[in-house]
């Protein structure tokens, strides 16, 4: 239970120290859009059941896929979509740290 609080803190943790660092005129809008992105989170639905706390989302949930990870870095190379791409990486790169600790307990 304590892996799940943290991992849920750092969901909107570390989107905030990036935009601060990496957005700062607008890093609060940033933080935001990058908060928003954990509707990524959706594809669990398809899933049964649909939480398990003990399964890694990496290269189980179709959005949590590696193909689907390397649109999230092509999306990088558009001005546009930078935000939103560096949210959803960041959301993956946390559900993979997850994964890794997962090991551990």
Do not use: N
Request: charge should be neutral.
């Amino acid at each position: 239970m304590t892996r799940f609080i943290l991992h849920m803190l750092a969901h909107l943790l570390v989107p905030g120290l990036v935009a601060r660092f990496a957005f700062k005129p607008r890093w609060q809008r940033a933080w935001l859009i990058m908060v928003a992105t954990l509707i990524v989170d959706l594809d669990h639905l398809l899933s049964s059941p649909i939480f398990d706390p003990d399964r890694c989302s990496i290269g189980t949930h179709l959005l949590h896929t590696e193909p689907a990870m390397a649109v999230y870095g092509l999306m990088l190379l558009v001005p546009q979509l930078r935000i939103i791409a560096a949210g959803l990486l960041i959301h993956m790169a946390l559900d993979a740290i997850d994964c890794y600790l997962q090991l551990f307990s």
